[in-house]
């Protein structure tokens, strides 16, 4: 149902931005329908604002719980199934499974794999 992605190249692939690894969560959220999300920190926002016409460019504060943003990005997560690409870092992933309680969680690898076949 939702695809998410954190920086790795995966990332570039889909967004064409190459988000650093980082204490800070960014994380493109991919719904099977509807516009993608990118939830990034302020501080970074004005790098993607060029790739608002890809995806809703989500920022987040330092006072805030990004993982929380992701769940209200993904809405009510019950019986849902969230694929997380696998160089998304476990700390994300941890806070992100508190966050959304009620979803299956799987590997993002089937999914990307496709993607990562498509040209255009």
Do not use: C
């Not at 992100?96 to 799987?106: C, D, M, T, V, Y």
């Amino acid at each position: 149902d939702v695809l998410l992605v954190g920086p790795s190249s995966d990332l570039f692939y889909l967004l064409g931005f190459d988000a650093h690894l980082s204490e800070r969560l960014n994380l493109l959220i991919v719904p099977r329908a509807g516009k993608p999300s990118y939830v990034v920190p302020m501080l970074e926002a004005p790098l993607v604002r060029d790739r608002a016409g890809l995806a809703e460019i989500r920022p987040w504060e330092e006072t805030e719980r990004p993982a929380d943003l992701v769940a209200q990005v993904i809405g009510d997560a019950s019986g849902k199934r969230l694929a997380v690409a696998d160089q998304l870092w476990s700390v994300f992933l941890l806070r992100l499974q508190g966050a959304a309680p009620g979803a299956e969680w799987s590997s993002a690898n089937d999914v990307l794999r496709v993607l990562r076949m498509q040209k255009d």
